[in-house]
C-alpha cells in the first residue's frame, strides 16, 4: 500500500539541489518507521493555482498565473508549468507579463477563496492528531507523537493522510516525516516524492547536498550576501565553516548559533496549535454583487447592530474594531477603529465612517466581514460636561431580542436581503458549490 504512494526516485530541483541522488539503501532507511521521527509537514504544491483549477475545470490545461492585482505594478504570485514555460515567473510585474505574453490567463488573488479552503483542509488533518499548526495558505505542520498505536507507523499515517486530503478536495499534497519541523518543511520543499521520511539522526546528511537556500537563515540579507561572496553554494560547505569555533562567529556574528543549527537540521521549535484569540465576528455575502453606497451601508448597518448587541451582553467595549471589504474580483480593503461605547448608535457611526474610508473603488462588493477585538470593561463614568448618552433604545431593543430572537425587530434602514457566511462545509459536492459562490473570481486575459 505505501509502495503505491512512494513514487520512484526522480532527479530533484537543480535550483535547490546540487548532485543529490538517492541510493537504494537510502530509499530503504526511508521506509523504516520510527516513532521519533513524528513530525509532519504537508504542504500543497502551487495551492492556488489547484484551488483555480479545482473550481474551473477550464483552467486545467490552460497557461495560468496568479496576480497581487490588475495593476501594472502588481507581481505574478504563482504560474503554472504552462506560464512559466512562456517566460512568466513569480515576482515578475504584471505590465511585463502582458507584454511578454497574451495566451497565459491571469487571476487576482482570491485570498477570501484560499483562506476557506486552508480551514477546510485543516479541519480535515485535525482528524490525525490535535496537534496542528497551520501556517501559510496550504501549508501544516503536525505532530503525530504518540499516535503509533493507532496508525501502525508514520508513513501508514502519512499515506492516509494524503489520500484523505485528495478525496475530499480533489486537492495534490506532498508530506514531509522527520524529527524536527525544519527538515520536514525542507523534505517537501525539495523531494518529488508524494510521502518521504528523513530516518532520526540523517538530518545533516540529508542536507549535506542542498542548496543554502533552503536555510531559512539564508534569507537575512546578510547572510545572503556573505554567503555569495564566501562561495558557500551548499549546506555541506556551510556545515565546514560553521564548525570552527573560532572562525564562525568572526563571519557570521549573531547569526552563527543559527545558522550551525540550520545547517545540522537542528531544530526545537514545537508543533504550536492556532492560538484563538478574544474576538467577535459578524459577516455577511450580499445575495447579489453590488456597488450601490446606499445597499452597502445598509448591509454594514446591520452588521453594526449585531456586533453592538453581542458587547452588550458582554459589557464590553472593543479597542479595535476592522470593517473589511470583499470585492467580485477577489480584492479586500480594510480599516480599523476603536469603539468608546457600545450602542447601537455609536457603533453603526463608526461602521458607516469605516466603510466610506474601506470603500475607494468602484468594484462591486461581495463580502463585508466587521470585527471586534481588545475588549475592555464598560466603565458607567458620568461626564461632567456632556450629559449622559441615552441607550434606552439600544437596551429596549435587547430585552426583546433577548426573549424573541435578534431578527424580531430591526431598524427599518437595516433591512435587506442577505444570506449568512457559511461556516462549515458538509460535504465535498456542498463545499465546492459554495466556495464558489463565495470567491470564484472572473477570469481576466493578459
Do not use: W
Not at 66 to 91: F, K, R
Not at 347 to 376: G, K, M, P
Amino acid at each position: 500500500m505505501i509502495g503505491s504512494v512512494i513514487k520512484s526516485t526522480n532527479p530533484f530541483s537543480s535550483a535547490l539541489i546540487h548532485g543529490l541522488n538517492i541510493d537504494s539503501s537510502c530509499s530503504q532507511r526511508s521506509l523504516r518507521s520510527s516513532d521519533s521521527d513524528s513530525i509532519f509537514h504537508i504542504r500543497l504544491l502551487d495551492f492556488e493555482l489547484q484551488v483555480e483549477r479545482l473550481l474551473d475545470a477550464g483552467l486545467r490545461t490552460r497557461p495560468l498565473a496568479i496576480i497581487s492585482s490588475h495593476h501594472q505594478n502588481g507581481t505574478i504570485v504563482s504560474a503554472s508549468a504552462e506560464a512559466l514555460t512562456e517566460g512568466l515567473y513569480p515576482g515578475l510585474k504584471v505590465a511585463l507579463a502582458r507584454k511578454m505574453s497574451h495566451s497565459v490567463m491571469l487571476l487576482p488573488y482570491n485570498a477570501s477563496l484560499y483562506a476557506r479552503v486552508h480551514q477546510y483542509i485543516y479541519q480535515t488533518v485535525t482528524r490525525y492528531s490535535p496537534v496542528i499548526e497551520p501556517t501559510v495558505y496550504g501549508q501544516y505542520f503536525a505532530d503525530l507523537s504518540g499516535m503509533r498505536g493507532i496508525y501502525r507507523d508514520n508513513l501508514n499515517a502519512g499515506y492516509l493522510l494524503a489520500k484523505d486530503i485528495r478525496n475530499k478536495v480533489n486537492l495534490r499534497s506532498q508530506i514531509g516525516i522527520s524529527i524536527n519541523k525544519l527538515v520536514s518543511q525542507i523534505a517537501t520543499a525539495v523531494v518529488p516524492e508524494t510521502i518521504y521520511r528523513v530516518p532520526a539522526g540523517d538530518e545533516s546528511n540529508f542536507l549535506a547536498p542542498l542548496n543554502t537556500e533552503v536555510l531559512p537563515v539564508s534569507a537575512e540579507p546578510a547572510i545572503n550576501k556573505l554567503m555569495h561572496f564566501l562561495l558557500l553554494r551548499q549546506v555541506r560547505q556551510v556545515q565546514a565553516v560553521t564548525a570552527d569555533a573560532e572562525a564562525s562567529p568572526v563571519l557570521f556574528g549573531k547569526y552563527h548559533r543559527r545558522l550551525y543549527q540550520e545547517a545540522r537540521g537542528q531544530d526545537n521549535s514545537p508543533v504550536k496549535p492556532p492560538h484563538k484569540a478574544d474576538r467577535l465576528s459578524e459577516q455577511t455575502v450580499l445575495t447579489a454583487d453590488t456597488n450601490d453606497e446606499a445597499q452597502l451601508l445598509t448591509a454594514g448597518r446591520h452588521l453594526a447592530e449585531q456586533l453592538a448587541y453581542q458587547l452588550r451582553r458582554r459589557r464590553q467595549i472593543a479597542k479595535t474594531l476592522n470593517f473589511e471589504i470583499h470585492y467580485t474580483d477577489g480584492f479586500k480593503s480594510n480599516r480599523k477603529g476603536t469603539l468608546t461605547a457600545n450602542d447601537n448608535a455609536t457603533v453603526i457611526a463608526e461602521v458607516s465612517r469605516l466603510f466610506r474610508l474601506a470603500n475607494y473603488r468602484r468594484n462591486r462588493v461581495r463580502a463585508i466581514i466587521l470585527e471586534a477585538a481588545d475588549f475592555l470593561p464598560v466603565i458607567n463614568q458620568l461626564d461632567l460636561f456632556r450629559p449622559p448618552k441615552d441607550d434606552r433604545l439600544s437596551r429596549s431593543l435587547d430585552q426583546i431580542r433577548q426573549r424573541y430572537g435578534f431578527t424580531s425587530i430591526g431598524n427599518a434602514a437595516g433591512l435587506i436581503a442577505t444570506r449568512s457566511y457559511p461556516e462549515e462545509a458538509q460535504s465535498n459536492t456542498e463545499i465546492l458549490l459554495k466556495l464558489k459562490s463565495i470567491g470564484n473570481s472572473p477570469c481576466a486575459s493578459g
